[in-house]
């Protein structure tokens, strides 16, 4: 049976949520009752079309979903991700105790702190200058080379925390296939001083292993002895036997489980260009600030739950406000990156049409998401958001405190943020627009603010995990596998055989964009 055909589905359905938003913003004490305070993150969701009884129609419908032992099984280390037999179990990543967790038969908590003490002790050497190039000269350009999850999250994070890099060290990411993106970067490194960290959970994805190989090649020009590259190469991976091959050997190699999800990896080994951008303190700050949510997602009661109501308030967005998209907009500079880890964070988890028995959905799931910096997006696609055919929720993202020293940027930015929420919640009516239909906003737009105190990498940690979990309680709720992937293989087959085409020196008889482009000249 389809979620949507749950009692709570359909009590939501004949729900009539009549008040106009800016009806509801009015009653008194709105703001205390629709917000959520947690050490470190305030969520104010007071801009949302719901009222009380929306929110526990809402809850019900994350009971009869049993929201809460899926949950539970995924800490326990139970195979929910069935299409692909595995655990899911990103959270054992930052727990910082040993305490017992078993996977088939095996504790895997010794593995993961036996990781994060290599990392520190790899982290340190590079930092002190004991970590030395093949030429005596200490590390102080890092490139990551991965894609996806094992570049998207790292990458985010080592530009979130600008403020606690450490000096003398500069890190690249590096992932297209496109090789003007290796290119580029080489083009300002010095082989005897740069380090490479190979991140990729397979280590079989084409464009990091396209890219790793030339950049092999450029350091082993440089060395004309590829045993050098000893010095220069370290693998983050699951797959030993393809590390070996590449010529990495295994005390180059920061290992984790297939357990780990790419786009829930920046917790694992992935993690180590963060935890060389920033140190390894940090690093384990990120780790507990996460740990902290995933304690408050275990534990708190599902009416004060951060995650269940985000994701609550997502479901309500999209299967019965009917929108078809999300944007996420962090009024923080130093979060700029934070969409693109959400797009597939999001999209990749939960863009699915069939449920976890196969069975085609009469409903809808994962909304496209899209953001990017306050108040950069307000010049670009707000018009949109605001007199636009189509509502689209946002997420406001902000931070109390600011990351740089001047006090009235930030009163300029947050006062830009809470602007942007009123005038899409309340909108203004023809009267006010002087009876000029062009000036008149509907208003009824929702959205919430999600406010740090401040981006440091503990409340980091606890905000990525915030979303993480969302996105898991979303895929509960619509009843899909949401740590699977089958919707980008068919592409990657398809580039294989395409390849192989473009890569022959036989010519193409088709009529199609191939054979143009081979007859143009490609080779
Ligand atoms: O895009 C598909 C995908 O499999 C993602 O799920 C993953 O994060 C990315 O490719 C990279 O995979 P890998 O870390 O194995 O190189």
């Known amino acids: 049976m389809l979620n949507n055909a749950l009692p709570a589905w359909k009590a939501l359905e004949h729900h009539q949520q009549t008040s106009p938003l800016r009806t509801l913003l009015d009653a008194p004490n709105r703001f205390g009752d629709f917000s959520l305070k947690i050490p470190g993150l305030l969520l104010d969701y007071s801009r949302q079309r719901v009222a009380g009884d929306t929110l526990a129609l809402l809850q019900n419908l994350a009971k009869e979903c049993d929201v809460v032992g899926w949950r539970d099984r995924m800490f326990a280390g139970e195979k929910i991700n069935a299409s692909e037999n595995r655990a899911v179990l990103h959270t054992a990543l930052r727990r910082p105790s040993n305490e017992e967790l078993f996977v088939d038969g095996m504790d895997v908590m010794p593995g993961i702190h036996d990781t994060l003490d290599r990392m520190k002790k790899f982290t340190d050497a590079v930092h002190l200058g004991k970590w030395k190039g093949h030429t005596g000269r200490p590390i102080d350009t890092i490139i990551n080379i991965g894609i996806g999850g094992s570049d998207l999250g790292p990458r985010m994070v080592v530009r979130a925390l600008h403020n606690y890099h450490v000096k003398g060290l500069t890190v690249h990411f590096v992932s297209n296939v496109d090789g003007a993106d ?75 489980e297939d357990w780990v999800g790419g786009r829930y990896s920046l917790w694992s080994s992935i993690g180590l260009s963060i935890a060389l951008a920033t140190g390894f303190k ?45 944007a996420v907009l962090p009024y923080s500079q130093n979060l700029e990156l934070l969409p693109a880890w959400l797009q597939q964070a999001d999209m990749e988890s939960n863009g699915k049409h069939v449920s976890r028995d196969g069975e085609t959905l009469t409903h809808a799931t994962g909304p496209v998401v899209f953001g990017t910096s306050g108040t950069n997006c307000q010049h670009s696609y707000f018009q949109l958001i605001h007199q636009g055919t189509d509502i689209i929720p946002c997420d406001f993202i902000a931070t109390l405190k600011p990351d740089h020293p001047w006090p009235d940027h930030h009163a300029m930015l947050i006062s830009n943020m809470i602007a942007q929420a009123n005038a899409l919640a309340t909108g203004r009516d023809l009267v006010a627009s002087g009876n000029d239909p062009q000036r008149t906003f509907d ?62 020196p036989e010519k193409s008889e088709q009529n199609d964009i191939v054979s143009h482009i081979k007859q143009s000249g490609f080779r």
Do not use: C
């Open 182 to 256: 290796l290119y580029n970067v080489l083009q300002t490194a010095n082989p005897d001083t740069t380090l490479f960290l190979i991140a990729s959970k397979t280590f079989t994805t084409l464009e990091t292993m396209a890219n790793a190989r030339a950049a092999r090649e450029w350091a082993g020009a440089h060395f004309r002895d590829l045993a050098a590259i000893k010095q220069h190469f370290v693998a983050l991976s699951t797959n030993e036997k393809a590390v070996r091959e590449f010529g990495i050997s295994p005390e180059n190699m920061f290992p984790f």
């Open 443 to 504: 208003g009824g737009r929702p959205s919430t603010i999600l406010l740090l105190d401040e981006l440091d990498p503990f409340n980091l940690g606890q905000f990525l995990a915030l979303y993480e979990h969302r996105i898991f309680v979303q895929g509960i709720i619509w009843g899909i596998n949401s740590f699977d992937q089958w919707g980008v293989e068919l592409g990657k087959v398809l580039a294989g055989d395409l390849l192989k085409i473009l890569s022959s």
């Open 282 to 326: 940090v690093f384990r700050q990120l780790l507990e600030g996460a740990h902290e949510m995933d304690n408050h997602f275990r534990t708190a009661a599902p009416e004060k739950n951060a995650p269940i109501l985000l994701a609550l308030l997502g479901i309500w967005n999209r299967n019965f406000l009917k929108s078809d998209s999300l």
